[in-house]
């Protein structure tokens, strides 16, 4: 039997320049993560091509995930998988870099 775990808490989400987000979990985790690629996954997310409206980001009420006024919403395991990798990236660029 597998067992789904559920990502820890989101507790910062900021929007920077374009469509990158800053993302912080309870558990430590953050990282700066590029949801441009948002753009190409169908009409809910149609509205974020307005970068202002994409701004309008913000942590959904259960803590799990970013949503934005129209509804539209990121898997919580997705988006923390997400910053797992930016961070993954970075130390592998510092280490590399070094």
């Known amino acids: 039997m597998v067992m789904l775990v ?30 441009s690629y948002l753009l190409d996954y169908g009409p809910v997310f149609e509205p974020l091509r307005d970068i202002e409206y994409f701004r309008k980001l913000r942590i959904e009420e259960f803590g799990t995930t970013i949503e934005w006024p129209n ?6 395991e997705t988006l923390y998988d997400h910053v797992q990798r930016a961070v993954y990236e970075k130390r592998r660029a510092n280490a590399a870099s070094n």
């Open 71 to 76: 509804e539209a919403d990121i898997a919580p």
């Open 6 to 35: 559920e990502p820890p808490k989101l507790i910062e989400a900021l929007p920077l320049d374009g469509y990158e987000v800053h993302l912080r979990f309870a558990d430590g985790l953050a990282a700066d993560v590029d949801l």
